[in-house]
Structures are given as structure tokens and as C-alpha cells.
């Protein structure tokens, strides 16, 4: 059919919006992998600053504390050699006040003065106990092969043993770079690093003030310091949690262990530009919306395709309804024109076909028309208040010789005060649709029943058949434009498929509901039931009307008793 979607065209177009979304996803998972490497990139560089900020606390502290241990020596160290006969400063000098402060402030702290050819140890300050002074003595002399006489001085740390001991000691010279005596003090590590570590951290630069911008170190990082035996020696005031870490050890002083954490929440500053931020979230909306743009595009290609095949379908059919209504009355007219009837009752019922047949076209392209007018949103309904039961009677007796064929008995229960607001058009054709697939789809010689009630604020129209039904899967798709249930479509009942798509949308447009019921068992069949807002009693004319209509039913019914006793 000309109509349909060239299989091909739907082919490049599926294949385009799968192409689409394939290279969505390689991008969103292209952007996202550099995304994380640029991050990778940030978080390594403020490791490395971390690093860097530990070398260069350590380094500057370092700096510091051998500054303030070589200012300890200054009174019993001269620029030159020891001359002869010249008298050895006594130790006692390096114990000032504030070099005291300094070295111990918990211990009671001393010097000394080793003679290392003779072994002689001179003490000033508390001097240590025997065997204390021989653990000096002999710590000095094996450390002194080590001594670089450029260095200044040399630390002993030892933790193992009885007592831990921890010396400086420097080397005064004699003639011909021979040792004229060692001076030594002890000294604790914690006690003189606090104070340095406080100074660095309080005013050191640590890291490029081009990167700081003014920060203090508090700021910036924290810092923790052990010693060689692990003991924390310094703790920054403010502690910040290990995202981006770095170390550095220091041999000196027995070892000491430095480790910088950066603050992060000013690591963007940092870094050139800031950490790139998480760009998942963006990516999977992305995604998403690319996968749902995508679901939608072949979800209509489908419905396109399916809608193609309904259209074609329909043609198909209105062509197949036109033509067999056409094909009669072109038969049973020329029948009559060319005088071929044998008798007054073979005209009579040519005549009666013939007028079926005009009616079942008439019928068929009112429903056409209004399909179309309900496409095209051009449907104009001339609302008034009705009562229904008079217009129901007389559309299901315009309709009667087109149930006759069948030998379908239509019986009615009406109740005569229900009243909506309605265009009389549009309500005949809902009443006409509903009867005439409850009679197409019933067995010949079956019964419809169409009854009319008024239930709270609805007035509410039945039409009973006793067809096979409606599977309970297909009750809401049936009123979809040209939709035929499969069972109908393969069968010899002619129908095009949007009698109860008229139905639903006239009934919508009254503000009413639709659906159908189906029976199983006793009888098998279905209900479909239309439900229109209720109006007032109907007054005047059409009360009366209502009344007439009334008298006019029972008399019928007199009539139809009389001629089926008769019979
Ligand atoms: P059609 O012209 O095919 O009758 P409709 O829109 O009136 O189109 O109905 C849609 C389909 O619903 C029909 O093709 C038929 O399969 C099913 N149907 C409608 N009314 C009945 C009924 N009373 N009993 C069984 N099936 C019905």
C-alpha cells in the first residue's frame, strides 16, 4: 500500500537512532573518563604539594633547630685552634638560663667536657651517676670517627639499653687538627622541636606564596611529628583528615618522621583551576534523556507503522462495506427498472433491500463523516436538555430493517423520565453504532437488549448482546480508532473499525464515560454502556413529546403482541 512506511526508510531510521545512542554512550563515557583523569591529575599534584610542604617543614626546622643547638656552643667554641697553654673554657658555660629552657625543661640538665686521649670527663650542672657517665664517655668516643668538622656538631640518640641518651656534641680543635676536647650536652628532642615546629608553622613558608595567596599555614595543612621511636613529638592545633597526604623523613636528631595533610577545603585553590568536579551526574541525565529521546523515537516508528497498516486496513474494508450495499441496490434497481419482478411482493421486497441497503450506506458514511470532522477537530454539537427514551425509540425503529435479515429480536427497557443533555445527531449515532455491532456480532436469530436507566447523576444506556465478547485485554483497545479484534478481522463480518471510536469520542464530548462488560456464564455476551450527565426533567414540548412517544411504544407493542399471536 502506497500508505505504508517503506521498509527501508524505517530501517535507516532505526539504525540512526540506534547509532545515535551508541554515540552517546561513547561520548558520556569518553567525557567521563577524562574527567576522572583530570581529577586523578588534581588530587596526585596536591599529594605532591603535600610532599613538598613536608620536605620543606622538615628542612626549615631543621635549619632552625641547628642554628639554636650551634648558638649553645658559642662561649666555649673560638673561631681558632686551641693554642698551646691556652686554658680550655670549663663547660658550665653552655648552661645559660635560656640555652636551659631549650635543651630539658623537665630534667635537670648538664655538660660536659671529654678529654678523649685521656678518657677525663669534666661535668657543669647536675652530673649524671658513674655508670650514666661511662655510657657518655663511650657513646662520644665511638661517634667521633664521624664527626665532619665542617657540620658543626653531631647528635647521639640512643634508645636502646638501660637509659635513653640523647647528646649534641661539638669538637674543639687543637694544633694540627688534632681533638682538643669534645663538649656535649644533653638534650631532648621533643622539648627543643616543639618549639621550632611551633615557629615554622606560626611564620615558616611552607608552600609558594603564589599558591597560598596569603593563607596561613593552619590553614593550608596540618602536621604531625614523630620521633624515632614513634612518640608524636608536634601536633598542629587543627587536624585535617588524610585526603591528601605526604611524608618526609629526617635522619637527624635520631630520626624524625614529618607528615603534612592538606586542608581540603582550600585544595582548590591549589590547583590551576580547581579539582574538576564529578561530571556523573550531568553524563547520566545525558544518557538517560538520549535513551528516552531514542525509546520514543522508535516507540512512534512503531505506532507509525502500526497506524500505516490500521489506515490501509480501514480503506480496505469501507471499500469491501461500500461495495457489497452498492452491488445490491445496483441489482435489485436495475431489477426493477428492466420489470423483471415476477410478482407485487417481489417488488415490495426489492424495494425493502434496496432501502436496507441505502440505509446501511447512509449509515456507514455518517459514521465516516464523523470520524473525520473528529480528526480534523471540527465536530459542533447543538446541546439541549432531551428526554432520551423518545429518540432512542425512534433511532432503534429507523435501524429495525437492518436487523431484520439477521432475525435479531431488539428488546427495549426504557425509562421514559430519564433526561441528559445532548445533541439528538450525536446520540443517534451513538445508539445506532452500539445496536449495530451488538447485532453484527450476535448469532442470527439471537436477542439485544437496550435498556435506559437513570442512576444518581447519570443517565445510563445498555446495549446487551449475546455475542462471544470481548477478551478482558482487549476491552479499552476496541474503542481505538480502527481497531478490529483478530477473531473479526479473518471472519465474513464486514466492519471498518471506528464505530466505537465515534461512539467514545461523541460520548466525551457530552462529558459521558464508556466500557463494556462481558458475560460468561450463564449466558455468554457483552454490555456495552454509555453513561451521559443527567439533566432536569425535560418540561413543555418535550415532556409531551415523551408522553406521546410513550402512548405511540405501547401501542407497538400491542400491535407486534397481536402479529406474533397471529403467527
Ligand atoms: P467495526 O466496524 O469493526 O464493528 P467498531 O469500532 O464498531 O468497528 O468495533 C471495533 C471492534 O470491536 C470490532 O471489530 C469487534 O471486533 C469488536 N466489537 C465491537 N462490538 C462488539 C460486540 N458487540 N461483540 C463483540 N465484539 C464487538
Redesign the pocket.
Known amino acids: 500500500m502506497a500508505d505504508r512506511l517503506p521498509r527501508s526508510r524505517s530501517t535507516i531510521l532505526v539504525a540512526v537512532l540506534l547509532l545515535t545512542m551508541a554515540l552517546a554512550a561513547a561520548l558520556a563515557y569518553e567525557a567521563w573518563r577524562a574527567a576522572r583523569s583530570h581529577r586523578a591529575t588534581a588530587e596526585r599534584a596536591l599529594r605532591d604539594y603535600a610532599s613538598f610542604a613536608a620536605w620543606e617543614f622538615t628542612a626549615s626546622s631543621k635549619g632552625k633547630m641547628y642554628s639554636s643547638i650551634l648558638y649553645l656552643f658559642n662561649p666555649v667554641m673560638h673561631e681558632q685552634p686551641l693554642r698551646p697553654g691556652e686554658r680550655l673554657e670549663d663547660p658550665g658555660a653552655i648552661l645559660r638560663p635560656t640555652a636551659r629552657e631549650k635543651l630539658c625543661p623537665s630534667a635537670t640538665p648538664f655538660a660536659f667536657r671529654l678529654d678523649p686521649s685521656t678518657g677525663v670527663l669534666v661535668f657543669a650542672g647536675s652530673a649524671p651517676s658513674p655508670e650514666r657517665q661511662r655510657q657518655i664517655r663511650e657513646a662520644v668516643k665511638a661517634d667521633l670517627p664521624e664527626y665532619v668538622r665542617d657540620f658543626g656538631y653531631r647528635t647521639i640518640t640512643r634508645d636502646s639499653g638501660v637509659a635513653p641518651l640523647s647528646l649534641v656534641y661539638q669538637v674543639k680543635w687543637g694544633p694540627h687538627d688534632t681533638v682538643a676536647a669534645v663538649y656535649g650536652v644533653e638534650f631532648c628532642v621533643g622539648s627543643l622541636a616543639a618549639s621550632v615546629f611551633h615557629t615554622v608553622m606560626e611564620s615558616g613558608t611552607v608552600l609558594p606564596p603564589a599558591l597560598t595567596r596569603g593563607l596561613p599555614n593552619d590553614s593550608l595543612f596540618s602536621v604531625l611529628v614523630w620521633d624515632f621511636a614513634g612518640h608524636p613529638l608536634y601536633r598542629s592545633p587543627h587536624q585535617y583528615p588524610a585526603t591528601y597526604t605526604g611524608e618526609h623523613a629526617l635522619d637527624a636528631y635520631g630520626g624524625l618522621h614529618t607528615t603534612i595533610s592538606i586542608n581540603p577545603a582550600v585544595a582548590d585553590r591549589l590547583v590551576i583551576g580547581g579539582r574538576p568536579k564529578s561530571r556523573l551526574t550531568l553524563l547520566g541525565a545525558l544518557l538517560g534523556l538520549t535513551g528516552v529521546l531514542v525509546a520514543i523515537g522508535l516507540l512512534q516508528l512503531r505506532r507509525e507503522h502500526e497506524l500505516a497498516r490500521l489506515r490501509s486496513d480501514f480503506v480496505a474494508s469501507v471499500s469491501h462495506e461500500l461495495r457489497t450495499p452498492l452491488a445490491q441496490v445496483r441489482m435489485f434497481a436495475e431489477t426493477l427498472r428492466l420489470g423483471r419482478v415476477r410478482s407485487e411482493s417481489e417488488r415490495a421486497r426489492s424495494l425493502e433491500i434496496i432501502d436496507q441497503e441505502a440505509r446501511r450506506l447512509t449509515h456507514l458514511v455518517e459514521n465516516i463523516l464523523q470520524f473525520s470532522r473528529a480528526e480534523r477537530q471540527a465536530v459542533r454539537l447543538s446541546l439541549r436538555s432531551c428526554a432520551l427514551a423518545p429518540q432512542l425509540r425512534e433511532a432503534l425503529d429507523s435501524f429495525a430493517p437492518l436487523a431484520a435479515p439477521r432475525r435479531v429480536r431488539v428488546q427495549q427497557s426504557l425509562d421514559e423520565r430519564a433526561c441528559a443533555i445532548v445533541d439528538l445527531e450525536a446520540f443517534r449515532q451513538i445508539v445506532l453504532?452500539l445496536v449495530d455491532?451488538?447485532i453484527?456480532?450476535s448469532p442470527e436469530g439471537g436477542q439485544v437488549r437496550v435498556l435506559l436507566r437513570t442512576t444518581g447523576e447519570w443517565v445510563r444506556l445498555e446495549v446487551e448482546?449475546e455475542?462471544?465478547?470481548?477478551p478482558a485485554g482487549d476491552r479499552e483497545r476496541?474503542w481505538a480508532p480502527f481497531?478490529?479484534?483478530e477473531?473479526?478481522v479473518s471472519s465474513a463480518v464486514a466492519?471498518?473499525?471506528?464505530?466505537?471510536?465515534v461512539v467514545r469520542d461523541l460520548v466525551a464530548r457530552h462529558g459521558g464515560r464508556t466500557g463494556v462488560d462481558t458475560r460468561h456464564a450463564p449466558a455468554r455476551g457483552?454490555t456495552?454502556y454509555v453513561a451521559l450527565p443527567r439533566a432536569d426533567d425535560v418540561s413543555g414540548g418535550d415532556a409531551d413529546q415523551s408522553a406521546r412517544a410513550r402512548e405511540e411504544a405501547d401501542e407497538r407493542e400491542r400491535a407486534t403482541a397481536g402479529a406474533e399471536e397471529r403467527t
Open positions: 453504532n455491532n451488538a453484527k456480532y448482546d455475542g462471544p465478547g470481548i476496541i481497531f478490529r479484534l477473531r473479526d466492519g471498518s473499525g471506528i464505530g466505537l471510536a457483552s456495552f
